[in-house]
């Protein structure tokens, strides 16, 4: 079937296509049923009292289904003691297994754990069956699956189909390449499987670390599931995501491009941090990606099979081809002696009198109220003004230089249309409301869109929430999504004290990265350590960033296996791979070029390998 009639415009489907429920031990996902919070263990899975402490936390923390590695017959025995004693404790969390490779063990953990999930990208094709035609490998796989399926009917498991952007199949990436649509059609191999099978119990996921790729593949899954009438669940993750503000605007943003559309059914937070720490992120993500179903139009737009930015003309060194723009206020505390602002750095600074004026550092351009800028005896040449609602009327005339045009309301939209159809000058900044952000948002855009208006449009919203988390996620939840789909060339954060001007830069750079619009620093991919991790992914990511931090725009990975560690790492620039204990391969690109480096040697083998590549240079 071929995927003609989606390339303008997100499809009546999204939005509209509902999933079924799926039955996961207690849990049920998908329907009607509210969105479920999972993760999974970072633990040995052999070591029982480890694993069943951190599961516990797990849930005492708001953990609904709980995923363990599984490699082989000795980590499912301790499964199924680990669940035995839960269920005697009265904890009734469900477990899943992770299954790479291994179909014997998969028909294994069918009847242990509640779930198994499979990677179709792996799922029996082991090295020998690598060379294997297309044809041979879709067959084999196919049979695999379906004593799967036959087994889990019997035993009332259900399972996830799996795909990693990083793990295709080889027969996948000869017809399609690592792309969103290969992904697409990998899940849909298995799942036309359990369709004609008439199995129900199965929920689907697609992941990548590249969120445009996740959220680009997830659509088109649902698009071809609604064409082949499939209702199968997702469970939304962004893999590999990092640590810190990065990880959690990244999964933010990936997460809630697709939750605002009203697809997913389960999420999980990705972290290299302590698992616990990613239910609160995940709940504050569900939180801030809830909309009013009756609102919004639903239109916005994009293409979703090829991602394009939204076309504009440039005004200033925003829109047409620049990269999107940063816009704070001015920071008037002195910085203190021997400290500095490291962060990056606006493209414009708002001066909201003319007082503060004097405060843009040299060489920025700033941005006055339009009062304010009339007031003012002398132009300054490099300041320009914003002129809200009651001052469009005075663009009709306007024969000055740019200016920044504020939207307040989705009124303001055919309003401005008028005035500006001349090309003016002008760059739009849509100021969100409190409540109902992403409703406007969408709006306005569909009217930008319906006017044929191609000015820059930079997004506004000032943000009360007290706690720094709250607001990080609310910002990426509300803005990443318009980021990612390309229709913004700029972002204006801001918040109440103590969030100032540079954290306000910190945070939109951040979600601008994240959605792969501009890149201002590294991008470190860090996988969350499952019980196969062969380091300390925290402390080892934690040397790897000191090491490497003051180079730029690279993207450097650190995994803790050989097994799923390479093909995940996807498009980072350097990979640091578990390859044993004690031991790590260096990866440039896809290529491992150092192997078994002692891990005590390996960041400086690292710095050789970049300065060999002309990536590394000496810290000042
Ligand atoms: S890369 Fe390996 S160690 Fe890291 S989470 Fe994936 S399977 Fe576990």
Redesign the pocket.
């Known amino acids: 079937m071929g995927n003609e009639g989606i390339k303008t415009g997100l499809p009546d489907v999204i939005g509209n296509w509902k999933s079924g429920e799926v039955q996961v031990g207690s849990l049920t996902i998908g329907g009607t049923s509210p969105l479920r919070i999972q993760s999974m263990t970072s633990t040995d899975t052999r070591q029982t009292e480890e694993t069943l402490q951190q599961i516990r936390r797990l849930a005492e923390a708001g953990c609904e289904l709980v995923r363990c590695?599984t490699q082989g017959k000795r980590e499912l025995r301790a499964l199924a003691s680990v669940r035995k004693k839960l269920r005697k404790e009265g904890v009734p969390v469900p477990l899943a297994a992770d299954v790479h490779y291994l179909p014997h063990l998969a028909l294994e953990a069918a009847g242990v754990v509640d779930k198994v999930r499979i990677n179709p990208g792996n799922y029996g094709i082991g090295p020998r069956q690598q060379a294997l035609a297309p044809e041979e490998a879709r067959k084999l796989q196919k049979e695999y699956f379906t004593r799967l399926i036959h087994r889990c009917r019997e035993t009332g498991t259900a399972i996830r189909v799996g795909v990693n952007h990083g793990s295709l199949s080889e027969h996948i990436m000869q017809e399609y390449g690592d792309t969103p649509e290969g992904m697409a059609e990998s899940a849909m191999e298995f799942l036309r499987v359990c369709r004609n099978r008439q199995f129900p119990n199965v929920i689907v996921s697609l992941k990548s670390s590249n969120t445009r790729v996740m959220v680009q593949a997830t659509r088109l899954l649902v698009w071809k599931m609604w064409r082949e009438d499939m209702h199968y669940p997702l469970h939304l993750g962004v893999t590999e995501a990092g640590e810190g503000e990065d990880g959690r605007i990244k999964s933010a943003v990936g997460i809630a491009g697709l939750l605002i559309d009203g697809i997913g059914d389960t999420i999980r937070v990705s972290l290299t941090e302590d698992p616990v720490k990613e239910i609160p992120v995940a709940k504050k993500i569900a939180r801030y990606s809830l909309r009013m179903p009756a609102q919004g139009s639903r239109k916005r737009p994009v293409s979703f099979l090829e991602w394009e930015r939204r076309k504009t003309f440039p005004v200033l060194n925003a829109g047409g081809d620049h990269p999107p723009v940063l816009i704070t206020g001015l920071n008037e505390e002195k910085i203190p002696a021997g400290g500095k602002n490291t962060g990056p750095s606006a493209d414009f600074f708002f001066a909201s009198s003319e007082k503060q004026l004097a405060l843009i550092p040299p060489g920025k351009a700033g941005i006055v109220p339009y009062v304010c800028w009339q007031s003012l005896a002398k132009k300054p040449s490099r300041v320009y003004p914003l002129l809200d609602s009651r001052h469009y009327a005075d663009m009709a005339s306007w024969k000055g230089k740019p200016f920044f045009a504020e939207v307040t309301a989705t009124a303001d939209i055919p309003r401005l249309a008028d005035i500006l159809k001349s090309d003016l000058p002008a760059i739009l900044v849509i100021r969100l409301p409190d409540q109902h952000a992403v409703e406007m948002l969408e709006e306005c855009f569909y009217l930008i869109h319906e006017h044929g208006l191609g000015n820059p449009v930079i997004l506004r919203k000032k943000y009360s929430e007290p706690d720094p988390e709250d607001l990080l996620i609310r910002a990426s939840c509300e803005t990443g999504p318009f980021c990612l789909d390309g229709l913004v060339d700029g972002l204006w954060l801001e918040g109440e004290k103590p969030f100032g001007p540079d954290d306000a830069a910190s945070l939109g750079a951040g979600i601008l990265q994240a959605t792969r619009l501009r890149m201002y620093h590294n991008e470190y991919i860090s996988?969350?350590?499952?019980?196969?991790?062969?380091f300390n992914?925290q402390k080892v990511t934690a040397r790897v960033r000191e090491k490497t931090r003051h180079l730029n725009g690279l993207r450097i990975a650190v995994?803790?296996?050989m097994?799923?560690?390479p093909g995940?790492m996807a498009d980072a620039d350097y990979g640091y791979v578990?390859a044993g204990p004690g031991k790590v391969h260096l990866y440039r690109k896809k290529q491992p070029v150092l192997k078994n480096i002692p891990e005590e040697e390996a960041l400086k083998a690292l710095e050789e390998l970049m300065r060999k590549e002309g990536h590394w240079v000496d810290p000042a």
């Open positions: 590695t996988c969350p350590s499952c019980g196969r991790t062969l992914i995994m803790g296996c097994v799923n560690g995940e578990g």
